[in-house]
């Protein structure tokens, strides 16, 4: 994948490239808290010839912008995601979203979707099933956690990020390099910003609309998902009309890295099913 920098009127995000412009339908992957466009690095080589594929570095992750003062809430990735589109001249794709993109990505398909062709949900969050109790305690001690040093904050999450995987092995060279940016006075700040923005507010507005949503969709998950269990997965797939469900046994909630062939197949299914 060849990656460059997009000047958007607030910020400058990076972005991965493969596959062919013009041809076929464009598919976008976004990633969620707390990794980068990394996370799809094992999966993109498998999605199906004849696809323009993009995959972002959302603001504040990868090699992306800081946020700064800048918003990082699902409603505000969601607007850069347009806006990134915009800049690519891409008129519709097929959005895939992990975790918190999974959020973003359903935020899209509701606000805007002429932009969104179909939609691909990964070990999602949705409704108000999110944060997690320990999430949203670490949100209500923010103040003081903004004073520890960087190297004690990364190695608590780096604990929590490790129960997402099955296989910690395998999780340990993914998980150095998704916490390197946060390994500084202004990473912590960055990290905080993104803490202080893991509400479930947008996807609790969004729950009755999800109905409305008409597009060739699948949900995949990770069987023995701790951060976001199976059950919101079929709660999804009885909200959104013709969704369909994968269930990948052992995997937890990194499955585009530990099922990387399994999700890509997700895809490709998705990518040959009729609009209605």
């Not at 993914?174 to 912590?188: H, M, P, T």
Request: net charge positive; hydrophobic share 45%.
């Amino acid at each position: 994948m060849r990656g460059e920098f997009l000047d958007l009127a607030d910020a400058r995000v990076y972005y991965y490239a493969a596959g062919t412009r013009g041809a076929g339908e464009p598919v976008i992957f976004l990633h969620g808290f707390p990794t980068s466009g990394h996370l799809w690095s094992e999966v993109v080589p498998l999605i199906p010839a004849g696809h323009r594929v993009v995959v972002l570095d959302l603001l504040g992750y990868g090699r992306s912008d800081r946020p700064l003062r800048r918003r990082v809430d699902i409603r505000a990735h969601a607007a850069r995601t347009i806006a990134v589109m915009d800049e690519l001249r891409i008129p519709a794709a097929c959005v895939v979203g992990h975790g918190l993109g999974g959020g973003i990505a359903q935020s899209l398909a509701v606000h805007h979707a002429d932009r969104v062709s179909r939609l691909c949900l990964i070990d999602s969050v949705a409704f108000g099933e999110w944060p997690t109790l320990e999430a949203r305690a670490v949100r209500a001690l923010l103040p003081l956690i903004r004073l520890l040093p960087p190297e004690v904050l990364t190695s608590v999450l780096r604990r929590d990020v490790l129960r997402g995987y099955s296989n910690q092995d395998h999780a340990a060279h993914s998980i150095d390099q998704y916490l390197r940016q946060f390994a500084s006075n202004e990473g912590r700040a960055a990290l905080v910003a993104h803490v202080r923005a893991l509400t479930s507010g947008e996807t609790t507005a969004i729950a009755s609309a999800l109905r409305n949503i008409r597009i060739p969709t699948a949900i995949v998950w990770g069987q023995q998902d701790r951060v976001t269990p199976l059950g919101t997965a079929r709660r999804l797939q009885a909200a959104i009309p013709g969704a369909t469900l994968d269930v990948i046994p052992d995997a937890r909630h990194f499955t585009p890295e530990e099922a990387p062939r399994q999700v890509a197949e997700a895809v490709g299914r998705l990518l040959g099913r009729g609009v209605a």
